[in-house]
């Protein structure tokens, strides 16, 4: 059982620091049953989670079946300073109203899979906000500047004369005292946070508090193009609260390749049974499509319900094997001769009329079914179907 539980725990990750620490948590608990604290930090930069983000969440939930309570930390003190990890420039700072918002739906989300009764929500402003000046100036005085510039964004800022705010040297010995305070077994995150992780385990030592925590940091998932990582403001993105058609859409959108990446960082099938239907792919007993789908099924069930899965999978077929429209889709009323690219985005299926003109140019629009080159087309009074790709329609009316 132990050794299975490090196979799970280990997973996908990226690097482990101090695996021996992590494997003597679990043979304690397997031996007395004695549990451990796994601490996962969560900005409140946007009010949704995505698919990427889920990736430390199915992490965490690996542990809380082995044993350990997560302390799911929400940086509402951090936030207000803004987390300068992978940023080029000084990165804008949230206001406590844009927090308290975005805070709102985040617990929500998280418990779509997440043990709540083995969940800690802690906000990191109870103890932060505290400590005042002399404790932030003692916090200050355990780290030098040259230290601090090891860190390659700050390096990379400093050589090219790009300003860097004192306010975010403080950054990562908030995030690392945050361990101290709850007194952290392991702290997760992504590859990106290694130095703020690795800033827990020096500070539990500088504050004596008789552990140092292991760190195990998770790669970062690919978006919907399987080579930048997945955000929102690169549009490539799956969000934990989309429709269930459109995520059921988006998983099967993606390539072979980042299928069983999907299948490693979020399925909680087991390493042997995707190992199984990878091997069934592979000798022809299994069509790709096929896996691809079951796929999609579990990660909209896990946020929605089997039923709107399933009924998503039915929808999917209808439109896209039998080219036929989707059963639900939006209507909308205009006024006059409307120019298409104009109706495109009046209608919610293009973010801008520039854009519409590409689709277009592309062959990527339909009117009622029937494929559209004319970019200065346009609607004369009736009804009609718009299409923009495979999963974005628009009914409309013009008056």
């Known amino acids: 059982m132990l050794q299975e539980a490090l196979r799970e725990i280990n997973r996908g990750s990226a690097e482990i620091i101090d695996n021996e620490r992590i494997e003597k948590l679990l043979t304690s608990y397997f031996e007395d049953g004695k549990t451990y604290t796994v601490k996962a930090g969560f900005d409140p930069t946007a009010p949704d989670l995505h698919l990427g983000h889920t990736v430390l969440l199915q992490k965490l939930a690996t542990f809380q079946k082995y044993g350990g309570r997560v302390q799911f930390l929400i940086g509402d003190f ?71 510039l090891e860190r390659d964004d700050f390096s990379k800022r400093y050589a090219s004369n790009t300003p860097i705010a004192v306010s975010e040297f403080m950054y990562p010995l908030l995030q690392g005292y945050d361990s101290v305070h709850l007194k952290s077994d392991i702290e997760i995150g992504g590859t990106d946070q290694k130095f703020n992780l690795l800033m827990g385990r020096q500070l539990q030592k500088t504050y004596d508090i008789k552990k140092q925590q292991a760190v195990l940091m998770m790669p970062i998932l690919e978006g919907l193009d399987g080579v930048q990582k997945m955000s929102k403001s690169l549009n490539n993105y799956i969000g934990v609260t989309d429709e269930p058609n459109d995520m059921f859409g988006k998983v099967l959108s993606i390539s072979d390749e980042l299928m069983w990446r999907f299948y490693e960082l979020l399925s909680t099938k087991s390493l042997d049974e995707i190992a199984s239907i990878k091997s069934g792919v592979e000798d022809g007993s299994l069509h790709p499509k096929k896996v691809k789908e079951d796929l999609a099924i579990e990660i909209t069930a896990r946020f929605h319900s089997n039923e709107l899965a399933q009924n998503a999978k039915a929808e999917f077929d209808k439109v896209h094997s039998k080219s036929q429209i989707p059963t639900d889709i939006a209507e909308f009323c205009l006024d006059g001769e409307l120019w298409i690219a104009k109706a495109l985005v009046e209608c919610n299926i293009s973010p801008s009329t520039s854009q519409a003109r590409r689709d277009i140019k592309q062959g990527a629009v339909k009117i009622n079914q029937e494929k559209i080159s004319d970019e200065q087309l346009q609607l004369s009074i009736g009804e009609y179907v718009l299409q923009v790709g495979k999963r974005k329609f628009a009914k409309l009316k013009v008056n």
């Open 78 to 148: 951090t936030a207000t300073i803004g987390d300068p990890t992978g940023k080029s420039a000084t990165r804008k700072v949230l206001t406590k109203e844009d927090i308290v918002k975005n805070i709102s739906s985040y617990t929500t989300q998280a418990f779509k899979i997440l043990d709540e009764s083995k969940t800690d929500i802690v906000y990191n402003n109870d103890w932060l906000e505290p400590l005042g000046a002399n404790g932030m100036l003692e916090l200050a005085s355990t780290l030098t500047v040259a230290r601090m």
